[in-house]
Structure formats: C-alpha cells, structure tokens
C-alpha cells in the first residue's frame, strides 16, 4: 500500500463550482499535511498545510484533515479558470522529514 | 525576486551519454533538495543536501549523482542515462533553519529531459 494516495483525475467543473480534492495516507505517524498547486510547465508551490487535525481557510481555499479516517481534503470556492492546475497533496511525519507526495489531481475549470 | 532557477529547461541527450543539470538559488537556503517526477506521477525524491552533508535516497540509482560546491548551487549528474530516465527534474529549497511550522519548499520551474 502506497503511503498517500490522490485520484489522478482530470476533474473538470464549470466556473464557479465547489471543488473537492482528496487523499488518503496509510500511517498515522503523519503529523503534517499540505497542498502544492503545479501549473503546466512549472514547479509546484506549496498553497496551504495543516498540522494535524482540523481544517483550515484561506480566501477561497480550505484544506482538511480527519485524521481518524486518514482522509485530507482540499476545497476550492468559487473555482476560476486560473485554478486549472495540478493539486499535489503531500504529507510529512514531523517538520524535518521528507515530504511524500502524492501523484496529483488534475484539475480543469470550464469558463 | 528571490527565487530557484534551473537550466536548462529542456535537455535531450543520448542513450548512455552523461548529462548535467544545474539549479541556482538566491533564497539563501541550506537544504536542497532533488526530485525526478515522471508523467501523472509524484515527484519522488532522489537525494538532498543538508548544508553541505549530502543524504541519499536508499532506492536512488547509482547511476545519479549530485554535487554542491557552494550554498547557491547545486548539480544533478546522470552518468549513464537511460530511456527510463527520460522525466522531470526538479530542483527545489528550504530553510530548515528558519521553518516556522513546516518545511515549505521552494521548487523551480523543472528540467525536461528527453533520452533518446
């Protein structure tokens, strides 16, 4: 078993929609949890993390974590074309470790 | 602007010719790090510095090595290349000294490499 799992997608939604990213981790030895967007061409920026359990906002965006399912989620309001991109979720045990990726979700936004 | 360059952005070598790839920093960060990211997959990383103690992945091939003559550079060397080498290569960087909650990295924009 992989120790993060993402939906490769694509995911196509019209303009303005909710979006819902997701994964899923084996071990709960994962303490930190993030989200990297990656546009065609370019290297990924991280865009939010959390520690632990809980969610956590940011403009439009809002990343999640249930720890007791294993299960982190990332929504998008009001999606924009600008959007479109590739979603990498990532986790990592403490802040000194490696960070794991996963395969990322391809995301398209209709206008 | 403070920032992770890599060249070149595109690279085709030959089946079993050495090829380099390069990556620049101006952020001043201690740790870099190396990751191939083949198409629809994770970028998997390969190895890292740690200032200038170097830290191998246990399934990085020996074929790939790195050098990192000084805190704003550092090299990716492939010295047999193979077709299955053909992938993305990123370079990126943080500062494990100042990290605040996470070790936020800071990619740059990627080599491609072609073998053919």
């Known amino acids: 078993q992989k120790e993060v799992e993402q939906d490769p997608g694509p995911l196509s939604v019209p303009e303005g929609a909710i979006v819902s990213l997701n994964c899923t981790y084996s071990n709960s030895a994962f303490q930190y949890f993030m989200w990297y967007r990656q546009y065609s061409r370019k290297g990924p920026e991280l865009l939010m993390y959390t520690y632990s359990s809980g969610n956590k906002e940011d403009g439009r965006f809002t990343a999640q974590v249930d720890k007791s399912s294993k299960y982190i989620s990332l929504f998008i309001r009001d999606s924009q074309p600008s959007d479109s991109a590739t979603y990498l979720c990532?986790?990592?045990?403490?802040?000194?470790?490696?960070?794991?990726f996963g395969k990322g979700t391809r995301l398209h936004i209709l206008p | 602007d403070a920032m992770v360059i890599q060249n070149p952005r595109y690279q085709v070598t030959q089946f079993g010719k050495p090829v380099t790839l390069s990556c620049s920093q101006t952020?001043?960060?201690?740790?870099m790090y190396w990751y191939q990211q083949k198409s629809s997959q994770a970028p998997k990383l390969l190895f890292h510095y740690y200032d200038k103690d170097f830290n191998n992945e246990a399934d990085t091939p020996d074929n790939f090595q790195s050098r990192r003559p000084n805190t704003s550079f550092c090299f990716l060397d492939i010295r047999s290349p193979g077709l299955g080498d053909a992938a993305m290569y990123l370079c990126a960087t943080s500062s494990l000294r100042n990290r605040g909650w996470v070790n936020e990295q800071f990619f740059g924009p990627g080599t491609r490499l072609t073998v053919l």
């Open positions: 990532a986790i990592a045990r403490n802040r000194d470790d490696k960070i794991i």
């Open positions: 952020l001043n960060h201690n740790v």
